[in-house]
């Protein structure tokens, strides 16, 4: 029969080597601090001053639309300005699919009245029983 000498025996190795596994966590680490600033930079709007109290925070996202200084819709952190169908197409779903969402317009101070109550008709008209207004609290001197 065959017989095995002790020495051609490899000792089995109980460690784990966890180097791999360090240098894919801190390559993912430096993809995702690269990459979060990119995601959570909307559009930049300059909002009015009021004083008024804050809502309840709720548990998922509010459906935000955003309109720019030259009038232009945004729908949540969206880059690219959404046409007026679009604005309540998107509302009318979030509202079926998840109708405790809130709704939110937030319009730069310097924009026209008649685009921020635009963008309010249009949410109205995708059924939103309810629209709140975005601004920042007034600076204290």
């Known amino acids: 029969m065959f017989e095995y000498s002790r ?6 190795m109980g460690e784990i080597n966890v180097v791999p596994y360090i240098d894919v966590m801190l390559v993912l680490l430096v ?7 990119l995601l959570t930079a909307g559009v930049e709007v300059d909002l009015p001053d009021a004083q008024a109290e804050a809502t309840p925070d709720q548990d998922s996202d509010p459906f935000m639309v955003t309109v720019d200084r030259q009038g232009l819709m945004y729908v949540n952190d969206d880059k690219q300005s959404a046409d007026l169908p679009e604005v309540t197409r998107k509302a009318a779903s979030v509202l079926k699919h998840r109708p ?4 939110l317009v937030r319009g730069d101070k310097l924009v026209e009245y008649q685009h921020v109550m635009h963008a309010m008709v249009l949410l109205q008209q995708a059924g939103v029983p309810k629209v709140g207004l975005v601004t920042e609290p007034p600076e204290e001197k």
């Open 7 to 12: 020495k051609s025996r490899k000792k089995i």
């Open 31 to 37: 993809i995702f601090m690269v990459t979060t600033p």
């Open 100 to 103: 405790k969402t809130q709704f």
